[in-house]
């Protein structure tokens, strides 16, 4: 059965840091690009950010240079390093695989973003 559990969210001041993390189990995880995704209030979910098991990565041009994903093959995590965040990063944030436009798994519950002064 794979599971999917992030943490490491919070409540942070604007131009704050965060750094997520998700524990993948059930899969053979380092053959599996691996996706950070948002849901921020009344929108549809987004992926912000990916990393394939050769460690390219992609970002949204909106978190460019403020976000960071890593992955540790080792360990079955994916983290999200996030700094000068803003208040337009308020979301829920998840991990998943992608498979086209939608994701490979079950969603986990995911970790609350919130940036506010």
């Known amino acids: 059965q794979v599971q999917l559990v992030e943490s490491g969210g919070g409540s942070v001041q604007p131009g704050g840091s965060l750094r997520l993390s998700c524990a993948a189990s059930?899969?053979?995880?380092?053959?599996?690009?691996m996706a950070w995704y948002r849901q921020a209030p009344g929108k549809q979910r987004e992926l912000v950010a990916s990393i394939i098991s050769g460690d390219r990565t992609n970002y949204i041009d909106s978190v460019k240079g403020r976000f960071t994903i890593s992955r540790d093959n080792a360990k079955n995590t994916v983290y999200l390093q996030m700094n000068s965040l803003k208040p337009e990063d308020t979301a829920v944030y998840y991990c998943?695989?992608?498979?086209?436009?939608?994701?490979?798994?079950?969603w986990g519950q995911g970790t609350l973003v919130t940036v506010s002064s």
């Open positions: 059930g899969i053979i995880f380092s053959i599996h690009t």
């Open positions: 998943n695989v992608p498979s086209g436009v939608r994701a490979l798994f079950t």
